[in-house]
């Protein structure tokens, strides 16, 4: 084979590894600092996050994350992926807000409540609007881990 073409497809392959999802853990996600911060709208504290460079450098881009399924909502309005099961997750344990994704999937995913998934999506960083997670999944696929 041709010199010049071996290294065209050795281009063309390094940049579709770029391309492809990244699998992180919750020992990624744990890459960042909370400061609590009075919230005018809502006249309480909240634990308002500083993101870490190395999650930082995940921003936009598509990754996956093993973990439970949680409904939170009850009626599927709601998502989440957790580090720890729905009884002791963030909202019900005391794990802290890291340990959660708010994940908006493509479709309606057919998980029940603490199923262990696997999720694939792009990864937002929310450091200001107390109404979402820390960490949101958008444009989400998921499927049952093995």
Request: charged letters at 15%; hydrophobic letters at 40%; one cysteine or more.
């Amino acid at each position: 084979m041709n010199k010049h073409l071996l290294f065209f497809f050795m281009l063309i392959f390094i940049g579709f590894s770029g391309l492809a999802q990244k699998q992180l853990t919750w020992t990624d996600f744990a890459d960042v600092n909370f400061q609590s911060q009075f919230n005018e709208k809502y006249g309480v504290h909240f634990l308002m996050p500083t993101f870490g460079e190395k999650i930082m450098s995940y921003k936009g881009k598509q990754v996956s994350i093993k973990g439970y399924f949680l409904d939170i909502s009850g009626s599927g309005d709601i998502f989440l992926i957790s580090q720890n099961p729905m009884a002791s997750c963030f909202f019900c344990g005391g794990s802290g807000p890291e340990t959660i994704i708010e994940v908006s999937f493509k479709e309606k995913p057919p998980f029940r409540t603490d199923q262990i998934v696997i999720v694939t999506g792009t990864l937002e960083l929310n450091a200001n609007d107390v109404d979402h997670c820390n960490y949101i999944l958008t444009e989400a696929t998921g499927r049952l881990a093995n």
